[in-house]
Nanobody, 124 residues
Framework: QVQLVESGGGLVQAGGSLRLSCAASGRPFSSYSMGWFRQAPGKEREFVAAKNWPADRIYYADSVKGRFTISRDYAKNTVYLQMNTLKPEDTAVYYC?????????????????WGQGTQVTVSS
């Protein structure tokens, strides 16, 4: 079993930055894939970024490439999402996800465990 707790969401103006954190517990952090997804009101939950076990392969959605960066601190069992040059369309609840499968990729079904979500609101 894996427990995930997100933090770092908030309200920011367009062009600003936020860093989301996701603290993981329950099994060795190095042995699972980690991802970030988001869900805007009335829309499906969509993939944002992932850094997968075992090779630390990184994936980004096209909509965030060049603006968002995913990273992992293995000593702190934490995954981060640095979000720069934020746009109003980035407004959503952001979810951290984990999987015990190697290279879980970019689809929701690839992940077994989910955090409770953190709200990100970008004003224009």
């Amino acid at each position: 079993q894996v427990q995930l707790v997100e933090s770092g969401g908030g309200l920011v103006q367009a062009g600003g930055s936020l860093r989301l954190s996701c603290a993981a517990s329950g099994r060795p952090f190095s042995s699972y894939s980690m991802g970030w997804f988001r869900q805007a009101p009335g829309k499906e939950r969509e993939f944002v970024a992932a850094k997968n076990w075992p090779a630390d392969r990184i994936y980004y959605a096209d909509s965030v490439k060049g603006r968002f960066t995913i990273s992992r601190d293995y000593a702190k069992n934490t995954v981060y999402l640095q979000m720069n040059t934020l746009k109003p369309e980035d407004t959503a609840v952001y979810y951290c996800a984990a999987s015990t499968k190697p290279d879980s990729g970019t689809t929701r079904t690839g992940y077994d465990y989910w955090g409770q979500g953190t709200q990100v609101t970008v004003s224009s």
